[in-house]
């Protein structure tokens, strides 16, 4: 079931003045987002990029961007060789004045390298959220917002720093920054 949100009546005296949204453009803008979302799910990757009217991805938790179709497609066709069976589950969209915002989960095996790393055969799941910017009704790429901690602790390639596993992959993999940490924080105990 997917939830819409909008700035109804019992919101808008903590947001000032409500906003005046042109039915037909919200419409026309979720039929853009669906459809893009639906051809990537489907894995037909031109047919995902052709509701672009810029073609560009920003991986806010590498810092990495995919502007124009033929990066774009190459990280599409990347993850699908990755997570053949990936498949993006969106559950609210929300709408603003130039943007819709979609939370939804990742799902997928990995089944071939991704990013180097090779396939674990572990399955993943883990949230995401997705900012589609529009100009009217031109849909002018996304941003993507994951953690990339969890997508990698569900890969088995790290670890909870919270557990004791975590604590001992920690120490062993970063005893100087460790020490380092350790070190300045006795100087500060001393000092105070």
Known sequence: MIKHALLDSRWRPLYGRPVAFDEHLRKRREEICLGHMQ??????FDEAIAF?????????????????AGPLGGLMQENVTAFPDFHFDHTHLHHSDDAIVVEGSFR??????WRGLPATGRRVDFPMLIVFPFEGERM?????????????????VARDPNTV???????????????RALLRRTQRRRRH
């Open 39 to 44: 051809a990537e799910n489907a894995h037909r």
């Open 108 to 113: 997928g095996s990995h089944e071939g390298t």
């Open 165 to 179: 596993v975590g604590k001992i992959t920690m120490v062993l993999n970063h005893p100087i920054t460790l020490a």
């Open 140 to 156: 002018m790429g996304e941003r993507i917002y994951f953690d990339l901690s969890t997508a990698l602790r569900q890969l088995g």
């Open 52 to 68: 672009f009217a810029r073609p560009r991805y920003e991986m806010v938790a590498t810092g990495e961007i995919y502007d124009g």
